[in-house]
């Protein structure tokens, strides 16, 4: 049993690098980081008004840490900031997550290739199951072994 906990985190470092190493050789290496985070999360929710903070707490990220990543991010044209509070993409936002989500569709299907939708079920069964168990992990000490 181990030994899947192992090959499952050695497969998500596996994954991180190769994409990393992948928007880099096509000029998105700011995808890998939290600016492509956010610009996705920000298309993804473009429907309704979206707040820093609520962005903030979506990545996991201090209040200091987000102020400094959306004034780069303003700086580079990706978002517009109004009344200090909501974030929107800018066109140029618009452009990368078009090609973003180009990148992504891309290492999707070449990921999942061979693959059978029964497998991905299991799959995503597994990983719903094991989010879920993470919720709960204690440590209980060494006088519970």
Not at 102 to 116: A, V
Not at 120 to 142: A, M, P, W
Request: glycine fraction near 6%.
């Amino acid at each position: 049993m181990e030994g899947c906990i192992h090959d499952t985190v050695a497969f998500s470092h596996r994954l991180k690098f190769q994409a990393q190493n992948l928007a880099k050789e096509a000029g998105m290496d700011w995808l890998a980081g939290p600016q492509g985070r956010v610009v996705t999360y920000l298309f993804h929710h473009q429907e309704r008004p979206v707040t820093m903070m609520e962005v903030a707490e979506k990545m996991k990220i201090s209040k200091p840490v987000a102020s400094q990543l959306f004034k780069r991010m303003e700086k580079n044209q990706l978002i517009d900031i109004k009344r200090r509070k909501y974030v929107t993409l800018t066109e140029q936002g618009l452009v990368k997550q078009a090609q973003v989500g180009h990148f992504l569709k891309t290492i999707h299907d070449q990921l999942l290739e061979g693959l059978s939708e029964q497998d991905l079920s299991v799959f995503q069964q597994v990983i719903r199951h094991l989010t879920q168990n993470l919720e709960h992990i204690e440590y209980k000490g060494v006088d519970h072994v």
